[in-house]
Structure formats: structure tokens, C-alpha cells
């Protein structure tokens, strides 16, 4: 079955950039999603970038795919104290299914 | 645009008691899906709607739980009787049909059920 992996925790300083690693085995994705989650509340899409696409920039954030490895980044420049909080990557199709998500990486922002 | 609306936001309830959760999805959001968060992992997906029918219920313990459209806008998630394992946060999110944002999935706020 599909599965997502993700790394626990990631600390910078303000300003730094940040970059989140993700992995994932379903060769058939097409999609791959980065969401935000905040202290409770629900999961706020960033963004998404399709199979076929190697990087994708919006504002401060750039998405790399390496489908030949299946790993995902997500790289956000000049990291503010706002950004604090945890990362999702998930994988899907053309939204028939349901997506799949990794743990979560917590980004903790230090001034 | 009224993002995915759900209630109650927090729920306690004692172990073998029921318990329902609804969930209004955004406007002309053919799509829903009910994913359940325990704390410290990722969301995993309880169940799929296209409309009013069900497209993956795989992963729904149905001898507890339970869940309808009626008529294919909002929904409700039912559990009964609820079990220690069932705290978590209970998440609805919408995608539309076809067109060029089928793929992207809204989240509710969540409704964060604890079991004593």
C-alpha cells in the first residue's frame, strides 16, 4: 500500500530558510501536497505540484520532485516566527481517492 | 467563499456512549471525506463521498461506526458505542468534481473527540 514518510522535527532560526524532506512509494501519484496545520485547528493546503513537474515556486515557497526517488521537498524562504507549525505531505490521484499522509514534520522557529 | 464547516468542535464523552459529528462542505463540493487524526500522525481516511453514494469505506470500523449523505451535501459521522482508541481528531474535507481543482482537498477546523 501507499505509505509517506516524513522527518519528526525541524528547528531554524527567523529568517533562515527552511526545508522539509518527505518520501513516498506510490509510483501511480499524481499529486503531491504540502499542508499547514496549526495548534488546533484543521489542515490549510500551501500547495501542490503535479507528477510531471520537477519544482514549483509560490512566494516563499518552493516545492522540488524527484519522481526517479520519490522524495519531496518543501523549501520556505526567510522562515518567519508565523510559519511555526506542523507539516504535512500527502499523496493522491485526480481526486477519486482519498489522500495519503505522512506524520508531519514540526517547524519550530526560533527569533 | 464559506470554507468546510463542522460541529461541535469538542466533544467528552465516557467510553461506550455514542456520539455524531456533521459536517457541511463548501458549496457545490460534490466530494467529502471523513478523516480521523490521533495526535502525533497524519490524517487517515475513515470514508469517501461522491455525492450521496460511498466510494471507500475500507478503512471504516463499521461494526461502531457509521456515517450518511442523504442528500449528497453535508453529513454526519456516528460512533457507538465509542471505545478509548476513538480519541482523536475527527476531520471533514470537500474536493469538487472534475474541472481544474478536483485535486485539491478543504479541511474542516475538526472536532476534537475525547473518550474517558
Known amino acids: 500500500g501507499e505509505d509517506v514518510e516524513q522527518s519528526l522535527f525541524l528547528s531554524v532560526r527567523e529568517g533562515d530558510s527552511s526545508v522539509i524532506n518527505c518520501t513516498y512509494t506510490d509510483s501511480s501519484s499524481t499529486y503531491l501536497y504540502w499542508y499547514k496545520q496549526e495548534p488546533g485547528a484543521g489542515l490549510q493546503l500551501l500547495t501542490y505540484i503535479f507528477s510531471n513537474m520537477d519544482m514549483k515556486q509560490d512566494q516563499r515557497l518552493t516545492v522540488l520532485l524527484n519522481k526517479k526517488d520519490k522524495h519531496l521537498s518543501l523549501r520556505i524562504a526567510d522562515t518567519q516566527t508565523g510559519d511555526s507549525a506542523i507539516y504535512f505531505c500527502a499523496e493522491g490521484d485526480t481526486g477519486r481517492r482519498a489522500l495519503t499522509f505522512g506524520s508531519g514534520t514540526r517547524l519550530q522557529v526560533q527569533p | 467563499e464559506a470554507g468546510v464547516a463542522q460541529s461541535p468542535r469538542y466533544k467528552i464523552i465516557e467510553k461506550r456512549q455514542s456520539v455524531a459529528f456533521w459536517c457541511n462542505p463548501i458549496?457545490?463540493?460534490?466530494?467529502l471525506y471523513w478523516y480521523q487524526q490521533i495526535l502525533g500522525q497524519g490524517p487517515k481516511l475513515l470514508i469517501q463521498f461522491q455525492n450521496n453514494g460511498v466510494v471507500d469505506d475500507s478503512q471504516l470500523p463499521k461494526d461502531r461506526f457509521s456515517a450518511e449523505r442523504l442528500k449528497g451535501v453535508d453529513s454526519t459521522l456516528k460512533i457507538q458505542p465509542a471505545k478509548l482508541e476513538d480519541s482523536a481528531v475527527y476531520l471533514c474535507a470537500s474536493s469538487s468534481r472534475g474541472g481544474d481543482t478536483s485535486y485539491e482537498q478543504y479541511f474542516g477546523p475538526g472536532t476534537r473527540l475525547t473518550v474517558t
Open positions: 458549496s457545490g463540493h460534490a466530494t
